[in-house]
């Protein structure tokens, strides 16, 4: 019988406890537990040998290194890639401090740092030499299929940016505007009412995001959407925005191939990817068939969404500015055939630049790995200066809202003045690069420029606009109000 020889698990002091939760049986001879002795003594050197590779990467330094923020990795791998980020990168640099450095480690083994200080982002721009960090675009090379336009350095960024720029370069101009002013006339004749009093509501971001995917096929490619083929690409790019430009980076399981198996949405969204590949192959394909192979690498994905939409909300809720600007326009142009004197208007240009700080389509800007160490001054958190060093290898991120909401450099950062900009300071001018700057700034900035200023000269010249129903802005990737209905009023 074996009644009474099961005894209870041994109890002893903590020390007990924890020789225990090693594997170390603490009755048994030294001697018996040597090998588990041995890993203990590996891991405590491993630690000690590390925080002092630590000590002295900080004392290699002349200057104390960015602050790290606050938070852990999991709350910035949650705030990274929520809707709100935006709000969050800004309380960031106005509560912590406009260069400071993100917890990604062990995900991100490179120093990772957030630089919304605009002088020091505008030089890390400039600096020939910095690079585009893969690990912050890899996101692009997953949809890509791993020709990434957005991550390659070297040869093979050269092709695809070329590709990018056939259509959209400066001797372009001319024809862009006549397209672009072809597109709006459709959208107008399609969207809005013809008598004077008639009265629409309209989808602000949705309709804009159409008539920017209209006028890109068209003016970049030649190539025109049909209805279907525009609702399919902006249904396809909500589903890729939200599985891959949100919960895959949040989670990195999700990430992996093993992904695919495990989440349906992740399913869903890469075949969004492969119909929008087969799309962007065609509009490629008739554009230039001698060139298929290298052009079909191409995809224009990125910032559909226009600054169109947050100015006319802007107008809307500054009805005197919009009266002023419509007045203006018709003057301008008295000669209605002369499209070119529209995006001569200077209160139309100042609308536009005000709307694109205040609500910088690309919010989270651009990222870049600092090619040598740099000492750089910066503001912390309670308003101090301090110098610092940037260590060669760090990923530098710099986010356009914060930047252009920077204090320091804007007065009343969080309102919507456009006539800031009738004199602006040197400081300012320096702040404003919604596009980024340098040579991997944007290409697509002269079209989608010349766009907005098409599209809201021409909505606003004889239509006023009035908020019907207002949300929020949201990040996903680009910033967006989806969901915001303004009504457009035929005017005499
Ligand atoms: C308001 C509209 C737009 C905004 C605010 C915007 C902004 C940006 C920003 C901030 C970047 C990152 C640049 C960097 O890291 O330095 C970028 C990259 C890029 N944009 Fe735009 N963009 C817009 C429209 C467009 C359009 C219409 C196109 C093409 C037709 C385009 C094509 C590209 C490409 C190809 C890149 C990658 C450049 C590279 O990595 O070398 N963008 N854009």
Known sequence: MINGSISAPVKGDWRDELLRYFGVDPTASWTTNVWVWTAIAFLFAALAYLSTAQRSDKERYP???PPRSTLGLFETLEHCNSIHFHEWSLDLARNQGKIVEYNFWPLIRARVIAVNDPKVARKILENPESSKPREFYDFFDGLLGGTGFISEEGDRYKHPRKSVSIGISH???DDMLTKMHAVMDQWITDNLGKNQGD???IDITVE?????IQSIGKIAFGY??????IERTLHNIFKIADEFGRACEKNPVRKSPIGVF???AKREASLCVQDIRRLVQNVLEAHQKKSVDEQKKV?????LNTPGSFALVELAKNKDVQTRLRQELRSASADPTDKKRLVDNSLLKRVIRETM???PVAAGGGARVIPQDMVVTSSDGLGGERLMTIPKGTIAMMNSYPIMRDKDTFDRPDEWLPNRWECPSQDMNTAFFPFMVGRRSCPGQLLAMSESEVFLARLVMDYEWSLVKETQPEYNITLMIMGTILQAMKVG
């Open 357 to 359: 700080r205040l609500w």
């Open 63 to 65: 200057h104390p290194l």
């Open 262 to 264: 495990l989440w349906a």
């Open 224 to 229: 025109d959407f049909s209805t279907e083929e």
């Open 208 to 212: 804009m995001e159409k008539a920017t």
């Open 171 to 173: 001797s372009n101009m």
């Open 199 to 201: 009265v629409s509501n």
């Open 299 to 303: 995809i224009v994905l990125n910032e």
